[in-house]
Nanobody
């Protein structure tokens, strides 16, 4: 069983930056695809970014391209660097993991989820 814990959320002004981290308890992220999703109030959970097991392939939602960067350190965590934040980025951000060598970009493909961390961007 993989348990994930996100950190790094908070309140930031539009144009600012935040760095989210996700760590697994009890084991490193070896051979796991990792992703970030978000869910705003009243909306469905949506894909933000993903990285494959080796870290050489990434995928981003159009809304994240050019502003967000996903990276991983297999011994510790996966991170999401978010720059040029906008009020529409306000949401609960979730880390997800799945034991596969493929790149995963849809929520139903992930077996493990964190509890989420709130990101609020003020205008």
């Amino acid at each position: 069983q993989v348990q994930l814990a996100e950190s790094g959320g908070g309140l930031v002004q539009a144009g600012g930056s935040l760095r989210l981290s996700c760590a697994a308890s009890g084991r490193p992220f070896i051979n796991y695809a990792l992703g970030w999703f978000r869910q705003a109030p009243g909306k469905e959970r949506e894909f933000v970014a993903a990285i494959n097991w080796s870290g050489d392939r990434t995928a981003y939602a159009d809304s994240a391209k050019g502003r967000f960067t996903i990276s991983r350190d297999n011994s510790i965590a996966v991170t999401l660097q978010m720059n040029s934040l906008k009020p529409e980025d306000t949401a609960v951000y979730y880390c997800a993991a799945d034991r596969t060598m493929l790149l995963r970009a849809t929520a139903h493909e992930y077996a493990y989820w964190g509890q989420g961390t709130q990101v609020t961007v003020s205008s």
